[in-house]
């Protein structure tokens, strides 16, 4: 049997696409929809339709913008330790030494744990009274007395930090070992021959084989921490105050909590769009230099 | 000398991160293994002072924890497979094909990625409702190898992007029809990507707590779900938490401890040579 | 429509005796939603001893993860908007307005009336189990009532008394906090609006129009607020510790009081002994109070097709027998006076105290705001307050503005 070559592309993405459009497509279009309309969940028979009413208040509303705020701090600061302790995870992991297999098993770890469980511990090692790290801390004479890591506001955003980085830091790790694998070794010892030096070649060699990885890996992992609010409610739930109160956590407490379902699909939808702009942006300067 | 240099080089800084990495697991997995009043004795000793198994026989004898574990591994096996089916295709007809809508196709795909699931869980409720595939497996089978499927489909493709083109230009002018340079050609050498990808699509769905707990619960119930049943209104149960807390990441690390093998470099620099 | 009136005028006896049959008829299933505290506790026993006196149920019960609340909340409500609730659930009080206002419970008044077991009932708790429109949704199942817990031991050497009024409640926190011990475990996480309707409402101020920001409730409200930023009686992590931190802390001798309820009572005990005790928490200045009460009824779904079913389940597990036996799984207490009776679950004081802080205990509005008030309002401004970031008067203000607009 012989597939016309321009059939044959769309036939291949056939199956993806039609789970994508019958499983996520379908309902954010519905959720679009509720988005239009005042939606009470306790109040299914009245469900007037409002235009862009639920926008205009998001829009007016000071806890949008502080939440929005609140969750570019959470995903530039996060993304970028995930990336650099990640990529030096990954150049390690790539070297030859004895416990290398093992080496590369348990550094998944932390990404194979439930977020409610990594929620908890990390909870619990940062308390004031009970806390590892308090302990270790003021015994070094690290800490002159135990901080309340997450009840303070100055240090509340960076515990969160912390547990999402050691959540993260192995999806980066995994995801460019497997990008390194990729590159022909014959690079590097032409390299080597043109006497360069490991810096050199790292910048030279490595980076430029593994930019279409980085590129995708840091642009996944920015929407996926982007709208992940699962250890912030674990650990402090937004607070102290609104200290780590970010959008989608707003939006998951507007439409659950609150109830107030048209409200809450507005402001998925206002960050979904926000997120697409940065999508755009990158897809104009990644994609032009894909291989045509 | 040089074994020094790799010592001091690799092992050490390595040796840190890896103290990062399993620190939170370790004092999990001790707690674990402590009598419940060590849990909450001030201030915390570090070495426990009895060790006991109390809490992992209770996790495995009086909760259903052991049949959460099955469940979640026909899910999460499930999950690798059916994404990895849905994403190779896809990934190499948008590697290697130039048709049009591409980049928006492409684009489509992270964008409905975007929406926070949480918005999306009542829609899906209904669909599934209607499907009458509520609490099945084949419902969060189905649920997380799609929600997934754009990251799969983008790591897939940067992976195939990085296999030089002259080979299956190479095999294509040999005859070799399209499906037949990705069953040769691409899908041998796309090993070390398809580890990573499904490494993340088995983690993706094994962590998943949202879907498992809306629309699967009572004939499907996953460790997420069972974990948190842990969390009670009034109480924590410390022990079982981390008693199952501990189990739960060795499945994906002894997969992973397998699976890395593949992750060997200079297979695409030899076949390209030859 | 018949066989409802039929049924409904027959109730006392079908809870107590099969109701003859013919035989080989299929047994209706009801599904029942539950949530335990303990994963190990499974209501199997009960459900088979109830099956085996009534041959033509089966009942289907589901354990939902409870998730501070939310998860419940959520499946429950997902479930009733697609048409797929189940046919009795555990609920909670301030589930109701929401649930009245879907439609989605069953009125179980007339079942109640013609109910052997209603006798059995305190009228106090029936009359907390009254909706706002005077219908009966919800039946007793298990309660509880917040009191405060007192390391008396400390108190002791400081030859201090037990508080019984703010001042003595102030006097015994700053005795006992020295170094890194403090005198109360404030609960300022989410949940946390117990400890401060403890105090606040029970301090003078009113869930009514005006009574959040009333003198008397400003003043309330500026004093329990100073124990943390001026008396500093509590421990600087209090704005965002939850229930485990207060009572992990206590067990771990870090804190002297906070305010919880019977369920933990065993666990203190195994933990302190005879230096610990309970108290009904602390008066106003003008001998007023508020306590927690900490309900959980069962009610019938509206959507159920077999309500009558659903009905003779959740009335067998409130009476006497079956309701210890479900409360001993629960770690609650019977809803039942001839269950009281015999309890002996936790050890006496605990039990004294439960009962001692009735006269106080109630529960905040049943309006649609409390649930937001309490999941979201109640922390992010308290802590704000606490934090200094906003004043006392106007945390106030931001809870006069939710409730009353």
């Known amino acids: 049997m012989k597939v016309s070559s321009r059939a044959l592309p769309w036939l ?110 990390w909870t619990w090692m940062l308390d004031f009274n009970l806390g590892l790290l308090n302990q270790i801390g003021v015994r070094m004479g690290l800490l002159d007395a135990p901080v309340a890591w997450l009840a303070r506001p100055d240090t509340a955003m960076a515990a969160v930090i912390l547990a999402v980085v050691w959540q993260g830091f192995p999806f980066f790790a995994v995801t460019l070992l497997a990008g390194l694998q990729a590159i022909p070794r014959e690079h590097y010892e032409a390299a080597s021959i043109d006497g360069a030096s490991t810096f050199a070649s790292f910048v030279h060699v490595t980076l430029p084989g593994l930019a279409p990885v980085i590129a995708t890996a840091l642009l996944l992992r920015m929407i996926w921490v982007s709208n992940s609010l699962d250890l912030i409610l674990v650990m ?29 699909s507005a402001l998925a939808v206002v960050l979904t769009l926000l997120l697409l702009v940065v999508v755009i942006a990158y897809a104009r300067r990644g994609m032009r230099d894909a291989p045509a | 000398m040089k074994r020094l240099r790799l010592f001091l080089g690799t092992e050490v800084p390595l040796l840190g991160i890896l103290a990062f990495a399993l620190g939170p697991w370790v004092w999990m997995m001790l707690s674990s293994i402590r009598p419940d009043e060590e849990l909450t004795h001030s201030p915390v000793s570090l070495i426990p002072g009895a060790l006991t198994l109390v809490h992992h026989i209770e996790l495995l004898q009086r909760t259903s924890f052991a049949s959460n574990l099955l469940d979640s591994l026909v899910v999460a096996v499930g999950a690798v497979t059916l994404g990895l089916l849905l994403s190779l295709p896809a990934a190499y007809a948008f590697s290697r094909f130039r048709f049009p809508g591409r980049r928006l196709l492409r684009v489509q795909f992270l964008v409905v990625n975007m929406f926070p699931v949480v918005l999306l869980v009542l829609p899906l409720f209904f669909l599934l409702r209607r499907l009458g595939l509520l ?11 799609t929600f997934t499927l754009p990251f799969a489909i983008w790591l897939m493709t940067s992976y195939i992007d990085g296999i030089p083109p002259d080979l ?41 707590y949202l879907f498992a707990l809306m629309l699967a619960g009572r004939n499907v119930r996953t460790v997420t779900v069972a974990l948190q049943m842990f969390i009670g209104e009034n109480e924590i149960h410390w022990g079982l938490l981390t008693a199952g807390g501990t189990l739960v990441a060795l499945p994906a690390v002894v997969l992973f401890l397998f699976a890395q093998k593949h992750l060997v470099g200079g297979l695409t620099g030899g076949a390209v040579k030859g | 429509m018949q066989r409802r009136t039929l049924l409904a005028s027959t109730t006392a006896a079908l809870a107590a005796a099969p109701l003859a049959r013919p035989h080989a008829q299929k047994p209706t299933t009801v599904r029942w939603w539950y949530h335990f505290d303990d994963p190990k506790a499974s209501p199997d026993a009960l459900v088979q001893a109830f099956e085996k006196a009534n041959p033509d149920l089966k009942i289907q019960a589901e354990s939902i993860p409870w998730g501070g609340g939310a998860d419940y909340d959520t499946r429950l409500y997902t479930s009733i908007i697609a048409q797929n609730a189940p046919d009795a659930a555990m609920v909670k009080f301030n589930n109701l307005p929401r649930l009245m206002e879907m439609d989605a419970l069953a009125d179980l008044g007339k079942h109640i009336d013609g109910w052997a077991g209603k006798a059995d009932i305190s009228a106090d708790l029936w009359r907390l189990h009254t909706a706002p429109d005077g219908k009966r949704y919800y039946i007793p199942l298990q309660y509880v009532v917040l009191y405060l817990y007192v390391r008396q031991d400390w108190l002791a050497q400081k030859g201090v008394k037990l508080p019984g009024t703010f001042d003595e409640f102030l006097t015994a926190g700053k005795a006992m906090t020295e170094g890194d011990r403090w005198g109360f475990g404030l609960r300022g996480g989410a949940g946390g609006h117990d400890h401060w309707c403890s105090f ?38 209090a704005p965002n510790d939850g229930f485990q931190q207060i009572i992990a802390n206590l067990k771990a001798g870090r804190t002297g009081m906070t305010i919880h309820h019977i369920g933990s009572a065993n666990d203190m005990v195994a933990a302190l002994g005879d230096g610990i005790t309970a108290v009904p928490v602390p008066r106003g200045p003008q001998g007023q109070g508020w306590t927690s009460f900490g309900d959980g009824s069962n009610a019938v779904l509206a959507q159920s097709k077999v309500q009558e079913a659903a009905w003779r389940w959740v009335a067998w597990l409130s009476t006497a027998e079956a309701n210890v036996a479900f409360n001993k799984l629960s770690g609650q207490v019977t809803v039942t006076t001839s269950g009281a009776k015999t309890w002996d679950v936790q050890p006496k004081r605990f039990m004294d105290a439960t009962v001692g802080s009735l006269p106080i205990a109630a529960v905040l509005p049943q309006t649609a705001q409390t649930a937001d008030f309490t999941r979201t309002v109640w922390p992010q401004t308290t802590q704000k307050a606490l934090l200094g970031q906003i004043s006392p008067d106007d945390m106030m203000g931001v809870f006069e503005k939710h409730y009353f607009g």
């Open chain 2, 135 to 145: 609490d099945t497996y084949v419902a969060l089978i189905a649920g997380h190898a």
């Open chain 1, 12 to 121: 291949l993405l056939a199956p993806a696409l039609a789970a994508t459009v019958l499983l996520v497509l379908a309902p954010v279009a519905q959720t679009l929809w509720l988005s239009l309309h005042d939606v009470i969940l306790f109040r299914p028979k009245s469900q007037p339709f409002v235009g862009f009413g639920n926008y205009v208040a998001v829009l007016n509303d000071p806890m949008f913008w502080e939440s929005l705020g609140h969750s570019v701090v959470w995903v530039v600061v996060s993304v970028a330790l995930q990336f650099g302790l990640g990529l030096a995870t990954a150049l390690l992991l790539n070297r030859r030494f004895a416990w290398r297999g093992v080496a590369r098993a348990l550094v998944i770890v932390p990404w194979a744990l439930p977020s409610v469980i990594i929620g908890l511990v």
């Open chain 2, 168 to 208: 299956d230009e190479a095999a294509m002018i040999d005859g070799a029809t399209g499906v037949q340079v990705l069953r040769l050609v691409i899908l041998p050498l796309v090993v070390p990507g398809m580890v990573a990808v499904g490494i993340y699509l088995f983690i993706a769905s094994w962590n998943e």
């Open chain 3, 200 to 237: 606040v409402l029970g301090g003078g101020a009113k869930m009514e129009k005006g009574g959040l920001v009333s003198p008397a409730a400003l003043a309330a409200n500026r004093w329990f607020i100073e124990l943390y930023t001026k008396q500093k009686i509590i421990p600087p992590s």
């Open chain 1, 236 to 264: 402090t739930g937004g607070g102290p105050g609104t200290t780590t109160h970010t959008l989608p956590l707003y939006a998951f407490l507007k439409a659950w909590s609150g109830a107030n379902y048209g409200y809450g």
